[in-house]
């Protein structure tokens, strides 16, 4: 058995003891709030994707936008709804590009789950409370997959 199935048998195992899982949510959400919040502006959602953005939290996007900027971007960059502030994926685009990481920029990330809001997504991730089952197709992961398929009809 390899480390991260214990990781995820260990989650498991958290999230079938409500107790537990209230205590841990108690200790480690405000560890992620006083280091999250004033270094990435992080919006504790519950479902943490700093990783795949470029360490910038979408949830500064004034729409929510997890999956890429939304159509009025201005041309100088500036986001349509706050002209005075940076688009959020703007942003994220030109970070991710200098992370070690960067094709996870193009990952199609899942819905918010609002009831996760103010919860520790480190412990989220853990049990796995931070995949949402909204009903929406999980394949492709890629949007570059969706991009580079070939149209059939």
Request: net charge positive; with cysteine.
């Amino acid at each position: 058995m390899s480390l991260w199935d214990l990781f995820h048998r260990a989650g498991g195992w958290v999230d079938q003891r409500p107790r537990l899982h209230a205590i841990i949510d108690h200790v480690l959400r405000p560890i992620e709030r006083i280091t999250k919040i004033p270094i990435f502006g992080c919006h504790m959602c519950g479902q943490c994707v700093l990783h795949s953005t470029g360490l910038v939290c979408p949830m500064t996007c004034p729409k929510n936008l997890r999956n890429g900027p939304c159509g009025g971007v201005r041309s100088d960059e500036m986001c349509e709804v706050y002209p005075d502030m940076r688009c959020v994926w703007v942003r994220a685009v030109r970070r991710s590009q200098r992370l070690i990481w960067p094709q996870e920029i193009h990952d199609l990330r899942l819905p918010v789950d609002w009831s996760l809001q103010n919860t520790s997504s480190w412990l989220n991730y853990l049990t796995g409370r931070d995949q949402v089952e909204s009903g929406c197709q999980p394949e492709p992961r890629s949007a570059l997959r969706v991009i580079e398929e070939p149209k059939h009809g």
